[in-house]
């Protein structure tokens, strides 16, 4: 995702974390989130990662207000983190999440990925342009 991200980075003052040559994973979450809180001036943290839900969720895009718990798909205890978050549903959960997540279909993930980094990039253009006219 941060890597489509990228493709449209035009927006000032936005750092993208997460791309295919650097990318934030279990073992260097916390690390990442140190970084970000120890070099960013006030952060505003946007999580986005993919989720396993309900089959008639799949395909779906989820917004919250609040934290991301990364890998509680696959019962994995990491540190929450964003002041919102943006998952997408590529598969089912409930039952050998490993194996349901080694066989999700890649053009499914990257059709979420388009759809999830054009609204974030059009969201943030018309944040970052209100905020201009703003000063």
């Not at 970084?35 to 008639?56: C, M, Q, R, T, W």
């Not at 989820?62 to 205890?77: H, I, R, Y």
């Not at 279909?105 to 059009?122: C, E, G």
């Amino acid at each position: 995702m941060g890597e489509k991200l990228t493709k449209y980075y035009s927006l000032r003052h936005i750092n993208i974390f997460g791309t295919l040559d650097d990318p934030v994973h279990a073992k260097n979450l916390s690390e990442k989130i140190d970084y970000i809180y120890s070099h960013v001036n006030n952060p505003f943290v946007i999580a986005i990662d993919a989720s396993l839900g309900k089959h008639e969720n799949v395909g779906n895009i989820n917004l919250f207000n609040g934290p991301l718990s990364p890998g509680a798909g696959v019962n994995k205890t990491l540190p929450s983190v964003g002041d919102i978050s943006l998952t997408g549903v590529v598969n089912i959960s409930g039952f050998m999440e490993y194996v349901v997540l080694q066989n999700t279909r890649l053009s499914l993930v990257m059709k979420i990925a388009d759809v999830m980094s054009l609204s974030l990039y059009i969201s943030l253009k018309k944040f970052n342009n209100y905020n201009k006219m703003s000063v």
